[in-house]
């Protein structure tokens, strides 16, 4: 196909034709790299984000149990020591409930891994607790072995159980920091690659207006508007 022999709306349908394909190709890019951008985003805010929350909130309900254990070791009468227990209780339902939540929010295996070792250290650490509680309950004659317990070994487990705690928070504000970094260079590199397809289209736009002026003038053996004067001339009869 000659694309001199092309009639003039053959040539202005390929001109438009291509325009709407120039369209198309930087719409749909932009809608790509925004789609990526948007992905990145609604993982910081549906995932990252209320894991470190929830992460922080299971770090204090862990506390709490640690000072009531501390608080039950130091009372002095069964009542107290009962009323230390139903807290304990209560507290743990709390923990339960916590943890069940940020469960659902785990986003990969090596995730999965962290959270599979701290629930082993959490059960480690409540089965001396078993231990700590009914030998806490013996008051004087008990103290000096409920206080060696206390500072030893259930020590030992909480403070293990709470390292692991922090490395699954660490790891979550890892997650959101790369997602956050990936959101911003996928913002880099679409306004880049945006900017130089909107140019490309601008500069074919105008090569094919001025092919296709060129086209007609030569046709026409120069501008349409003298053509236009000459031919009214014409017929008016002014030869």
Do not use: C
């Not at 709490?64 to 002095?76: C, F, K, L, S, W």
């Amino acid at each position: 196909m000659n694309y001199r022999t092309l009639t003039l709306a053959s040539k202005l349908s390929l001109a438009f034709a291509a325009l709407v394909l120039l369209t198309i190709l930087v719409g749909g890019f932009a809608l790509s790299r925004m789609a990526t951008v948007n992905g990145s985003t609604e993982d910081i805010a549906s995932n990252w984000l209320p894991s470190v929350k929830l992460l922080g909130e299971i770090r204090t309900v862990n506390n709490r149990i640690r000072r009531a254990e501390a608080d039950h070791v130091m009372a002095m009468d069964a009542q107290e020591m009962q009323g230390i227990e139903k807290q304990l209780d209560e507290i743990k339902v709390e923990l339960h409930t916590k943890l069940g939540a940020y469960e659902a929010l785990i986003a990969s295996p090596e995730e999965r891994a962290l959270y599979e070792s701290f629930r082993k250290l959490k059960d480690q650490y409540f089965a001396v607790q078993a231990k700590l509680i009914p030998l806490s309950r013996g008051g004087d004659a008990t103290a000096a072995a409920t206080k060696a317990l206390f500072r030893g070994e259930s020590r030992s487990a909480f403070n293990a159980m709470a390292a692991e705690t922090g490395r699954l928070s660490d790891l979550n504000v890892k997650g959101s920091d790369q997602a956050a970094a990936l959101a911003a260079e996928t913002y880099a590199s679409a306004l880049k690659w945006t900017a130089g397809l909107i140019l490309l289209a601008v500069a074919t736009a105008a090569g094919l207006a001025v092919v296709i002026v060129r086209g007609v003038q030569r046709t026409l053996g120069g501008d349409p508007a003298q053509a236009a004067a000459v031919a009214q001339r014409v017929a008016d009869g002014d030869l």
